[in-house]
Structure formats: C-alpha cells, structure tokens
C-alpha cells in the first residue's frame, strides 16, 4: 500500500516554491474559495504536511484534514498548532471517511496535488470518489487536481533528476523520481521518489519510497464523476499541461 510515511518528514522538497506556507497554498485557489459561503466547512482529504488545510483555517473556515498516512496526519496536526488554528485531523484512507464523518457534512472537499492515483484501480478510484460525494452537502464541491496522465504515460519509464538544488529549511536537496510505467493503463504503476540531502561537509542523506499508481483518463475521471453523483462545473484539463483542475458539483 501507498504511505508516503517514509518521506513524510522531507515532504516539503516535494511541493513547489510557490505553495510552501499555508497562506500561498490556500491562495492557489482563490477562485474556487470565492465560490464558499462565510464561515463554510471544508475537508482536505489528502492533506500531505497540511499546507492547504492550515491555510484554509488560517482564511476562518471550519477545517477538517485527513490523510492515509499516519506521519502525514501529525505533520499537519503539529503545523496547525504552529499557525495557531483549529484543523480538526484524523487518519483516514478515502473509503473510510464516511466512518469519521456524517454525510452532507462539508461544503467543499480537496483532493490535491496528484493523489487520487494512489487509489486503487478504476474500482479504488471510484469507492474513493463516492466517499468524498457523500460528504459534500447538496451544490457543494470537489476540488481535484491532478497530473496530465495521458502525458506522463507517454514518456514512459523514465528518471527525472531535479535540474538544481532545492532549498529547504536552510538544507539542500537532489530530487528524483523514477516513473515505472506498466504496458497497460489498468496495470499497478510505481514512482519511487527519492529525496537526497546534501550537506556542506558534502555527505548526502537519503530518504525514498516506492509509490503504487494507478494513472487515469481525464474521460474516464469525468465519468466516474457523474456515477458518483459530482457534475463537472470547471475543468482546466488541456492535454498539452502538466496538471489540471476539475471541480465537480454535487447534484
Ligand atoms: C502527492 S501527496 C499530496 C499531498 C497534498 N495534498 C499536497 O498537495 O501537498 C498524496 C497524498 O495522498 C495521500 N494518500 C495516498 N493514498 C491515500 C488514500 N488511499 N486515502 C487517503 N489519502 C491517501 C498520501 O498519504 C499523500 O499525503
């Protein structure tokens, strides 16, 4: 199974420049929180180290976060306490949301920064979409972002090596990532990420873990969608970008 529990504690050389504090992360989507009444109740449902979640309480919402992985959870338990704010956390895989939370509960739920491929098959993905569906009250919304798969399965097996040093907490670090890309689009994908830190004395301190897969269609996303009861609204799905965003309604 998927942890992310081994990189858990280096995660930030993973997310971008632009979404590090809580506050840019949750700027990101600016034009999907407009959308929200005052006062709304959220849930961030792959919530990583907690830089959306953190910054979506920080704006006064009612802020639920969960994850899968345990450490993930504590790092955004203990990033709340940081910040100050209320963020209601609990470890939780997608299937087992409605066992921690009342359907109808929120009006937006966040599926971001690529993780719905982490669900099992076209199955998983589906038992995972119908949990997040059930949680949002009625015209409330999803928010999935996720990578352009068509393009990353069409590169193929690769190892992409971070071009330059990225900086964290005064540390230097080589990403790499090593995509397996399996003959078929239903087959278990695997993306080892590797996070190699360098010190000035010129040791390197290694942290990695083997990732499960299961890339997607955006045509087939959009259909799983609908059979959860979630009506495309926007999507930004282009097949020549990198990511894309869909948010999705619930009829
Ligand atoms: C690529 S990270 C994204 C984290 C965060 N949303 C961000 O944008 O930085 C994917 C996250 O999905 C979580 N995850 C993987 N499988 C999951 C599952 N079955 N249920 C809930 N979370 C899961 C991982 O533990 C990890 O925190």
Redesign the pocket.
Known sequence: ?????AI?EV?EW??SDA?LTPAE?AASFDDVLGLLPPNAHVL??????G??AVGLAGLGMRVAA????EA?VRRTAALSEEFGVSVRTVR?????LPDHFEDSTFDMV??????LH???GAR?RVA?LESMSRLLSRGGRLVL?SRTWELVRARGSRLDISDRLVRRNGRDAVVVYRWDIAPNWEDEHHIEIAIAQVDPAGSVLARSEL?SSWPYRYEELEAELRRVGLRTELSTFDLEAENYMVVASKV
């Open positions: 199974m998927t942890s992310y529990d858990a995660y993973l997310i979404k992360f961030d449902c792959s919530c990583g180290t830089q959306l969960t994850d899968a992985s993930m939780a895989d997608w299937r087992e966040f599926c971001v920064g690529n993780s982490h669900a099992e998983g995972a972002t990732l």
